[in-house]
């Protein structure tokens, strides 16, 4: 129970936000790193939105994700295979997963209940890396991905809100925090 899983999602939003509810995840992003915060293996894929398959102008600006990008993809059900297929290898041996917050958390299981997807990550306890940096740090409140590295003599590498790179991002504060062993549920 040496690895863990950091997992970055982006999705479907407009200026202002949109409810949890209303989005959907249009780029999957894992780095599996050792404690270390060292990548061991990734995953990419973009995925292609059902109920609002067009993005908004907003949304395309801050993700730098084409609707090209979008258009070509497949749909979360298959990707969720794709990845689970991806994870599969590595699951023995995984103590975790975690998030920068806990909106990556909220919005996959939204989608699995939405499509009907199990999932291998439900058996893992999740860590919410942005509640414990701030903890870690006695941070009066959690802060974003980029302050944080910043708090830690980082830079933020890559190009923001892109799921592959804030995922990279995160796994880098990993080694900054006393991460718990290997729990379930």
């Not at 249009?26 to 398959?53: C, Y």
């Not at 979008?70 to 298959?78: E, K, N, R, Y």
């Not at 023995?92 to 975690?98: C, Q, Y």
């Amino acid at each position: 129970m040496d690895k863990w899983l950091v997992i970055d999602l982006e999705a479907t939003t407009d200026e202002g936000g949109w409810p949890v509810a209303d989005m959907e995840i249009i780029e999957i992003g894992a780095s599996l790193v050792d404690r270390d915060g060292h990548e061991l293996d990734h995953f990419k894929r973009f995925v292609r939105p059902l109920r609002r398959p067009l993005l908004t102008l907003f949304c395309q600006e801050l993700t730098h994700i084409a609707q090209s990008d979008i258009d070509s993809a497949t749909p979360l059900p298959v990707v969720w295979e794709q990845f689970e297929h991806w994870l599969a290898p590595y699951r023995p041996r995984l103590a975790g997963w975690t998030s920068w917050g806990d909106y990556d958390r909220r919005q996959l299981e939204q989608e699995w209940r939405r499509h009907g997807l199990a999932s291998s990550l439900i058996a893992l306890s999740h860590v919410n890396l942005k509640q414990h940096f701030a903890d870690t740090r006695q941070l009066k409140r959690p802060v974003g991905l980029r302050t944080a590295l910043q708090l830690a003599g980082m830079s933020f590498q890559g190009q923001q809100h892109r799921a592959l790179e804030d995922a990279r991002n995160t796994a880098r504060l990993l080694p900054l925090t006393a991460m718990p062993d290997a729990q379930n549920g």
